[in-house]
């Protein structure tokens, strides 16, 4: 009995396609001087915006942290601001120097523990009023 296998390269190309289609799509374009970026993202990795950012600008980064975030969206502002916004979900030390500027993206965010409201409902019994919170009300004043 014998099998039909594909084509190996048929194969091959069928694997590189879905594992490089997504990235395939991801855009950074890079513009202006460092007082004046622009800077306009599509399906783009965060190191790939920051790389970006380095190969044009006096941009240094370093992060233990893969950047994988995916950022879409258009940026103007001086260079400090805009890799602040980019790094927006991330805790990061910047250093601004004449020199350019230097960046510890550390990892991101943790989401922050739920606040949680006690609400008291409409039918409880208040306390009774203190002799200024009454003298307050009977002034004309609400509570």
């Known amino acids: 009995m014998t099998m039909r296998r594909p084509p190996l390269l048929l194969v091959t190309a069928s ?49 233990i942290d893969p950047l994988e975030t995916q950022t879409t969206g258009v940026f103007d502002g001086p260079l400090p601001r805009v890799v602040a916004r980019l790094l927006g979900g991330h805790d990061y030390a910047m250093l601004i120097t004449a020199d350019g500027v230097d960046v510890l ?7 922050s523990v739920a606040v949680v409201a006690a609400v008291t409902p409409a039918n409880a019994a208040r306390p009774p009023l203190t002799a200024a919170e009454r003298s307050h009300f009977e002034s004309g004043h609400l509570r």
């Open 15 to 63: 694997v590189v396609l879905l594992a490089f289609g997504r990235t395939a799509s991801a855009e950074v374009k890079v513009g202006g001087r460092p007082d004046a970026v622009h800077l306009e993202v599509r399906d783009a990795s965060l190191h790939d915006v920051l790389a970006a950012l380095q190969e044009r600008f006096n941009l240094r980064y370093r992060t």
């Open 105 to 111: 993206v550390l990892v991101p965010q943790r989401p």
